[in-house]
Every structure is written in C-alpha cells, then in structure tokens.
C-alpha cells in the first residue's frame, strides 16, 4: 500500500528529513492545504498519515499519551459576535466537519502499534489556545473536540476531496490554556511519536 506521512513542523519528521516517503507541510491550515494539494499532485498515494503533537482540552488524552484523531473539526470558522461565537455551518456559509479519518485504514494501523490507542475528535485552530481565555473559547466552538492542532482538518478536506484514505496519530505535548500551567513536554512527546512512526513504517513498508 502506498502511504505518503506528512506532518507540520521540522521536529515532529526530524530523523526522516529527506526520505521521500514523507512530507512536511507547515504549520496552519492554509500552509497545510497548499503543500499537500501540491504533493498529491506529484504523486497520487493509496493513503495519507498525518502524525505530531497535539494540545489536550481537559477530558482529554494525559500529556505525553498517544491516540487516534477519528474526527477533525475547522473548529473556529464562523463569526465572534457579542452573544458568543457563530459557526460557519449556521451562517450558511459552509460546514466545519466532521472530517473522518478512514476507519479501516486507522484500524490497520492501530493494529500495526498493538492496538487500543484512545480515539478522539479533534479541534483543527487558526489560533492555538495559549491562555484559559482562548481555551474555552476553543472549547465552546467545538465542545466535542479533546484535542487541538493547527492541520488536521485541513489534511482531511484535502484528502476527502481527492478521494484518498487517510488517518492521524497525534502525540500529547501538552494541556490547552496558560502555557506556563500547560504541562509542557515536547520532547517527551517527540519521544513518543517517533518510534511509533518508525515501527508504522517498518510494518507498511
């Protein structure tokens, strides 16, 4: 099966730099959808895994846990009005998801780590929450959601749109809100993610 992985910054593909397997996208939706749009167009994989680091809301994944994004939301598309936030889908404007993650192709490669790794709904942000403020404001605009990235969703629109199986894995770096409570832990996330990658890749390949 032909899979490209993809992921945003240069630390979460760092021991792939150069392996033409992968692809690194760019941190925010639109820098996301620009350089996947532009490498499906080079080649046309049976599949796409999107895999980093995430922000957990409380309820969520413990930092440093791994899990399964199933459901990926454009969670703050819409209108902030005095009354709260209005989302795109009851302007009638368009819809924030859900953008589903192929749940065949996320069992195989569940299976391929052992199995059993949480699954949750995912909150893809223009603006990730850095302060409590901002975190309920996330929270309010998709109360599903127990993750939070900057691409997920935009992976998802790409590739549903092309007709390409996809799925994410993301890795808890640290808790939504003041970023000096937030429990940080990138390297331990990293710590994580990369030799579950790995295995991934030796199990597909």
Not at 70 to 94: C, I, K, Q, R, Y
Not at 144 to 163: I, K, N, P, S, W
């Amino acid at each position: 099966m032909s899979i490209l992985w993809v992921y945003a910054a240069g630390r979460e593909g760092e021991p792939w730099a150069g392996d033409p397997r992968m692809l690194q996208l760019g941190v925010g939706k639109v820098a996301a959808t620009l350089a996947l749009a532009r490498g499906l167009s080079e080649q046309r994989p049976e599949a796409v895994v999107v895999f980093g680091v995430a922000g957990a809301h409380p309820g969520g994944p413990a930092v440093g846990e791994p899990c399964w994004v199933v459901d990926d939301w454009l969670a703050d598309e819409g209108v902030m009005t005095p009354a709260g936030f209005v989302p795109l889908e009851a302007l009638g404007l368009g819809r924030r998801g859900p953008l589903r993650a192929d749940a065949g192709f996320t069992d195989r490669l569940d299976a391929a780590l052992g199995g059993g790794l949480p699954r949750v709904v995912g909150a893809t942000v223009s603006t990730c929450s850095g302060t409590d403020h901002q975190a309920e404001l996330s929270r309010a605009a998709c109360p599903q959601a127990l993750v939070e990235t900057m691409e997920g969703a935009a992976v998802g629109t790409v590739c549903d749109a092309l007709g390409i199986a996809w799925a994410q894995l993301r890795v808890i770096s640290n808790r939504t809100g003041d970023r000096e409570a937030a429990g940080w832990d990138l390297d331990g996330a990293l710590a994580c993610l990369h030799p579950m990658v790995h295995r991934l890749l030796t199990a597909l390949d």
